[in-house]
Structures are given as structure tokens and as C-alpha cells.
């Protein structure tokens, strides 16, 4: 038998954490490719500390539903879990196979680029230039979370679906605020590249940007901005994805 | 199975299942009432035990979005808190979706039930909990004893949560608290403890001034005679332990100032 553990944040504040999570293994669930499919989180329940009791299977994968490489995939969720490295062998017989983080992974540019088809569809983007703006977290301690970032921009820039793609940081140089501002295009798409709603994307992004709703209308440009990617339904396939390649590693 | 042992998750859901089918009635478990049904299994909230009025449901995910919010449609951060919504009933149709929808309602409940049960339940104590932690909870390690002490009567009590704590400050070093007599063992300090902890660790940082408070004592107490004044609480979530209306926080406050506050001066 086998089994997926997904592995979200949490919060100890917010519902809209967790929701993608069980969201996403309710979709791999139904989808009959693990015997089982359980959530865990960080900073709720049940805890990386308790989800392994919790599983029948002994063949388990563990995949972390985070963006980039950094603390919590390299530090919090192997120590939670009592993980080793790549393959753990554990006392009780089961063998736990830990994946990396999602946003470096070769379909995470299928899913933004879903996820902007979604907020577009319907709407007229002929007349004037389009651009796509990736939105990420940024921070000065932590590379990866903006290399996920640059990393992702670059794949899509190579597929010419968009005239433009550009980065813009909360936290960061280049501000999103300059990048939405300053960008040479008729209609801007930004995609959060998060896991989840959280204050940023619902409160703080909309204020700075002066958004009106998931489409705002401007004399120079139309801006789209809806929810962050990792709440989109591909994302779920991105995790078995992930999962599927982690098997290879089984031999 | 590539095991050595039989899984014990697997084990558990048995265990539950027939110590639920022994009973005509039903078992309490948390703030549930389970009970053996025609084809499978019924839950309810404990309290809705005679009511015939309910929302039907079916299925593990129903007991998720059950478990997710309370009543009020708040976010629900511990789900052993004794806020589980009410007005419904939901069936499983076997032991695995039984045990599904038991681990959304109490998630890991089952499998510790189980395993204190047989005598195998490891327990962690607080130090070793808290000596594993990082980054902005680094700091939980430095509350003292007693720190520990208060804020697990604060946090952990039934009021606040049904789980029956089993870990201590130590191993020589129970709690010297009212457990409970609920199903549910705790076997390590949770996650939201750790968080209620770490404000308790800044509160001890403090200093006093000449009549013995601290400032965070003075801003809840300016705060809350203030609410009081015009008739409501200031609301904070559960897990917002940063505000003065915080029940956990209030709780703490309760414990370690009302008493200093009652004291007699000394002249
Ligand atoms: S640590 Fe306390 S609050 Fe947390 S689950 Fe255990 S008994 Fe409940």
C-alpha cells in the first residue's frame, strides 16, 4: 500500500491556509492513485509530529506544499517528521520519501499559466501588449524564494505566450508596486506565486496596487489580479506529479 | 506490506470500531457521540444526542468542512477546543471512513486513544519539545517551571481544550493541573501551545514596576476596563495571543495577576 502526505503551513489565525491543502489531496484522493492521502501541517492539525501514526500504508511520500527551498522544507518539515533525507526507514517499517518544494518543478509554469488563463478568460485582451507579472514574497535571508521566482518567469518567457513577462517582491527589489506602474502593456496579469490567500494577497497586494476587484481598469492599462496560484485546482497534479517523480527514486 | 509490525493505524481503527460496536447506546468521544449504525456509523455532536432535526451528512469530507469552523464560522486552529459546530449527523458506511472522518474531526485522536490504551503511547515532555524548536519560537525554551506550569492551566484545561494532557514540564515534573477526564490522551505540548508559550516567555522578560505590575499587565488592564465600560470584549481570535481579549491569555491573566492583585499591600 501507499500513501501521500501532503504538508501545508497552516496558521494559527486563518482557515484560508490549510484550505488548498485538503483541497488539493481531496482532488488527488478522488483521483483512486494512493491507497491513502493525508494532509499535515505546521501549525495545525494534525501536526508532521502525529501524521505518520495516522497512515496504514508502508510505502509513504511526503510532498511540501511550499513554494521555494528555505527553512521550512529544509529545517522544520525533516525535523518534524524525523525524516533522514531523500528515503527514511523508520523503526515502524515504513519507508518515507521526501519530495523538494513545488515551485522549482518543470509544471509549475503550466499552473501559472493556467491560473492567468482562468482570471483572463472572457475578457478582451486584443489592443495593446500583454504582460504577465509574477508576485513573490521575496526576502533579503532566504534566495530561493526569489529564484523560484526568476526561475519561472524564464520558462514562461520561452514559451512567447505573453509579451512581456516580468518579477515584482512585497519585500524586495523590484517592488511590485513599480513593476505594475512601469510596465509597457496594455493589459498586466498578476499572479500571486503563493500557496495560499493570506493577508498579503487579499489585503495588502490589492491596497498597494489600488485594485478595484479582480479586474481594474485604468486610462493607460487593465490590471487582472485574482488568487494566488497554489489555490488553483492544476496544482493538484503538480503534487502528484511531484510525488510520481519522487517514486523514481524507489529503483 | 513492507512492515514489520501490523500498521498501528490499522489497528486503532479496529480497536475503535468495536469498542463503538460494544456499545447499544454509543460512545462519547470528544464532543462526539459515535454510534454503531444499520450500514455503518453515525456521528453527532454530544449534545445533539436525542434531537431528530439535523442535517444529514455523509462522508469524511463533510466531517472536514464540520471540523474547520465553528459555529460562527470562525477558524478553528485546535480541534479538541470545545467549540465543535452543532445541528448535524453524519454517516460513514465502514470502519476506514470512520476512522477518515474521525481524523478530520480529531486529527491523530484515534491512533493515541489506541495506543494509551495498550500502554504504548510515547509521551514528550515540554523541555524537549521546546528544545527543538527555531527561528521566533527559539525563545519557549527559557520559560521557566512555573511559566510552563500556568500557561498549561491556561491553554490546556477542559474549558479549553478536551485532550487530556500526558507530558509534563519533564519526566520528573508533572503538570500540576486538572487533566480532565476526557477520551483523548495529548501525548506532546501542540503547536498553539507552543505559540501561547512564547508570549508567555516575553511576558516573563518583563519587568515590574512599584506596584508589582508589568506593562503588558497595565495595557490588559486598561484595556479590558475600557471594553468593559462600553459593554463588550475586545474580540481576538484563538490563536491571537497578542491581544488582551484572548481567552488563553485571560486565563494566564486570571492565574498570575488577579491573585497578586487581591493581595493586601503591605504597608
Ligand atoms: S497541548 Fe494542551 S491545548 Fe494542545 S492539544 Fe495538548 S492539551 Fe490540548
Same mark, same amino acid.
Given at each position: 500500500?501507499?500513501?501521500?502526505?501532503?504538508? !501545508?503551513?497552516?496558521?494559527?489565525?486563518n482557515?484560508?491556509?490549510?484550505?488548498?491543502?485538503?483541497?488539493?489531496?481531496?482532488?488527488?484522493?478522488?483521483?483512486?492513485?494512493?491507497?491513502?492521502?493525508?494532509?499535515?501541517?505546521?501549525?495545525?492539525?494534525?501536526?508532521?509530529?502525529?501524521?505518520?501514526?495516522?497512515?496504514?500504508?508502508?510505502?509513504?511520500?511526503?510532498?511540501?506544499a511550499?513554494?521555494s527551498? !528555505?527553512?521550512?522544507?529544509?529545517?522544520?518539515?525533516?525535523?518534524?517528521?524525523?525524516?533522514?533525507?531523500?528515503?527514511?526507514?523508520?523503526?515502524?517499517?515504513?519507508?518515507?520519501?521526501?519530495?523538494?518544494?513545488?515551485?522549482?518543478?518543470?509544471l509549475?509554469?503550466?499552473?501559472?499559466?493556467? &491560473?492567468?488563463?482562468?482570471?483572463?478568460?472572457?475578457?478582451?485582451?486584443? !489592443?495593446?501588449?500583454?504582460?504577465?507579472?509574477?508576485?513573490?514574497?521575496?526576502?533579503?535571508?532566504?534566495?530561493?524564494?526569489?529564484?523560484?521566482?526568476?526561475l519561472?518567469? !524564464?520558462?514562461?518567457?520561452?514559451?512567447?505566450?505573453?509579451?512581456?513577462?516580468?518579477?515584482?517582491?512585497?519585500?524586495?527589489?523590484?517592488?511590485?508596486?513599480d513593476?505594475?506602474?512601469?510596465?509597457?502593456?496594455?493589459?498586466?496579469?498578476?499572479?500571486?506565486?503563493?500557496?495560499?490567500?493570506?493577508?498579503?494577497?487579499?489585503?495588502?497586494?490589492?491596497?498597494?496596487?489600488?485594485?478595484?476587484?479582480?479586474?481594474?481598469?485604468?486610462?493607460?492599462?487593465?490590471?487582472?489580479?485574482?488568487?494566488p496560484?497554489?489555490?488553483?485546482?492544476?496544482?493538484?497534479?503538480?503534487?502528484?506529479? &511531484?510525488?510520481?517523480?519522487?517514486a523514481?527514486?524507489?529503483? | 506490506m513492507?512492515?514489520?509490525?501490523?500498521?498501528?493505524?490499522?489497528?486503532?481503527?479496529?480497536?475503535?470500531?468495536?469498542?463503538?460496536?460494544?456499545?447499544?447506546?454509543?460512545r462519547?468521544?470528544?464532543?462526539?457521540?459515535?454510534?454503531?449504525?444499520?450500514?455503518?456509523?453515525?456521528?453527532?455532536?454530544?449534545?445533539?444526542?436525542?434531537?431528530?432535526?439535523?442535517r444529514?451528512?455523509?462522508?469524511?469530507?463533510?466531517?472536514?468542512?464540520?471540523?474547520?469552523?465553528?459555529?460562527?464560522?470562525?477558524?478553528?486552529?485546535?480541534?479538541?477546543?470545545?467549540?465543535?459546530?452543532?445541528?448535524?449527523?453524519?454517516?460513514?458506511?465502514?470502519?476506514?471512513?470512520?476512522?477518515?472522518?474521525?481524523?478530520?474531526?480529531?486529527?491523530?485522536?484515534?491512533?493515541?486513544?489506541?495506543?494509551?490504551?495498550?500502554?504504548?503511547?510515547?509521551?514528550?515532555?515540554?523541555?524537549?519539545?521546546?528544545?527543538?524548536?527555531?527561528?521566533?519560537?527559539?525563545?519557549?525554551?527559557?520559560?521557566?517551571?512555573?511559566?510552563?506550569?500556568?500557561?498549561?492551566?491556561?491553554?490546556?484545561?477542559?474549558?479549553?481544550?478536551?485532550?487530556?494532557?500526558?507530558?509534563?514540564?519533564?519526566?520528573?515534573?508533572?503538570?500540576?493541573?486538572?487533566?480532565?477526564?476526557?477520551?483523548i490522551?495529548?501525548?506532546e505540548?501542540?503547536?498553539?501551545?507552543?505559540?501561547?508559550?512564547?508570549?508567555?516567555?516575553?511576558?516573563?522578560?518583563?519587568?515590574?514596576?512599584?506596584?508589582?505590575?508589568?506593562?503588558?499587565?497595565?495595557?490588559?488592564?486598561?484595556?479590558?476596563?475600557?471594553?468593559?465600560?462600553?459593554?463588550?470584549?475586545?474580540?481576538?481570535?484563538?490563536?491571537?495571543?497578542?491581544?488582551?481579549?484572548?481567552?488563553?491569555?485571560?486565563?494566564?491573566?486570571?492565574?498570575?495577576?488577579?491573585?497578586?492583585?487581591?493581595?493586601?499591600?503591605?504597608?
Amino acid at each position: 500500500m501507499k500513501a501521500l502526505v501532503i504538508v !501545508g503551513h497552516g496558521s494559527h489565525l486563518n482557515a484560508d491556509s490549510s484550505l488548498p491543502v485538503y483541497e488539493h489531496a481531496e482532488r488527488i484522493r478522488a483521483s483512486g492513485e494512493y491507497d491513502e492521502v493525508a494532509e499535515c501541517f505546521w501549525k495545525e492539525e494534525p501536526s508532521m509530529r502525529h501524521v505518520l501514526d495516522t497512515v496504514e500504508a508502508g510505502e509513504v511520500y511526503v510532498v511540501p506544499a511550499f513554494i521555494s527551498e !528555505g527553512y521550512f522544507t529544509q529545517q522544520v518539515i525533516p525535523r518534524e517528521l524525523g525524516l533522514e533525507g531523500e528515503v527514511t526507514h523508520r523503526p515502524d517499517g515504513k519507508t518515507v520519501y521526501y519530495a523538494g518544494p513545488l515551485g522549482t518543478f518543470e509544471l509549475m509554469a503550466d499552473v501559472i499559466l493556467e &491560473r492567468a488563463a482562468d482570471l483572463t478568460a472572457g475578457h478582451d485582451l486584443s !489592443g495593446g501588449r500583454r504582460a504577465l507579472v509574477l508576485l513573490g514574497h521575496g526576502t533579503d535571508r532566504n534566495q530561493n524564494s526569489s529564484g523560484v521566482i526568476y526561475l519561472n518567469a !524564464g520558462r514562461i518567457r520561452e514559451r512567447g505566450v505573453y509579451d512581456l513577462v516580468e518579477v515584482g517582491f512585497l519585500d524586495q527589489e523590484p517592488e511590485i508596486v513599480d513593476v505594475v506602474e512601469n510596465i509597457p502593456a496594455g493589459h498586466v496579469v498578476v499572479i500571486p506565486v503563493f500557496v495560499a490567500e493570506g493577508w498579503h494577497t487579499k489585503e495588502t497586494i490589492p491596497e498597494d496596487l489600488e485594485l478595484t476587484g479582480e479586474v481594474t481598469r485604468r486610462p493607460d492599462k487593465t490590471i487582472y489580479y485574482g488568487a494566488p496560484v497554489g489555490t488553483h485546482p492544476a496544482m493538484a497534479d503538480l503534487i502528484a506529479a &511531484r510525488a510520481r517523480e519522487l517514486a523514481l527514486v524507489r529503483g | 506490506m513492507s512492515g514489520a509490525d501490523r500498521p498501528v493505524a490499522a489497528a486503532a481503527r479496529e480497536a475503535f470500531a468495536e469498542w463503538v460496536a460494544a456499545s447499544r447506546e454509543g460512545r462519547r468521544f470528544g464532543q462526539l457521540l459515535v454510534r454503531r449504525a444499520e450500514d455503518g456509523y453515525e456521528l453527532r455532536h454530544l449534545a445533539d444526542a436525542g434531537r431528530e432535526d439535523l442535517r444529514p451528512l455523509a462522508g469524511p469530507a463533510a466531517a472536514r468542512e464540520i471540523a474547520r469552523t465553528t459555529e460562527g464560522g470562525e477558524h478553528r486552529p485546535l480541534k479538541t477546543s470545545p467549540n465543535l459546530r452543532r445541528g448535524w449527523t453524519l454517516r460513514v458506511e465502514d470502519e476506514r471512513e470512520l476512522a477518515a472522518a474521525l481524523n478530520y474531526l480529531y486529527p491523530a485522536a484515534l491512533v493515541h486513544w489506541h495506543l494509551e490504551r495498550a500502554g504504548r503511547l510515547p509521551v514528550t515532555h515540554y523541555r524537549e519539545t521546546a528544545g527543538r524548536q527555531s527561528g521566533i519560537y527559539e525563545i519557549v525554551r527559557n520559560l521557566s517551571d512555573e511559566g510552563v506550569q500556568a500557561a498549561a492551566r491556561a491553554h490546556c484545561e477542559d474549558e479549553v481544550c478536551l485532550k487530556r494532557p500526558l507530558w509534563g514540564v519533564d519526566a520528573g515534573t508533572p503538570l500540576k493541573m486538572e487533566p480532565g477526564e476526557g477520551e483523548i490522551p495529548c501525548p506532546e505540548p501542540c503547536s498553539l501551545f507552543i505559540s501561547f508559550a512564547r508570549q508567555i516567555t516575553l511576558f516573563e522578560r518583563e519587568g515590574r514596576d512599584a506596584s508589582g505590575l508589568t506593562a503588558s499587565e497595565r495595557r490588559d488592564l486598561a484595556a479590558l476596563v475600557e471594553a468593559a465600560a462600553a459593554g463588550e470584549l475586545p474580540p481576538a481570535r484563538e490563536g491571537e495571543f497578542s491581544l488582551p481579549g484572548n481567552r488563553r491569555r485571560l486565563r494566564y491573566r486570571a492565574l498570575t495577576l488577579v491573585p497578586r492583585l487581591r493581595e493586601p499591600l503591605a504597608d
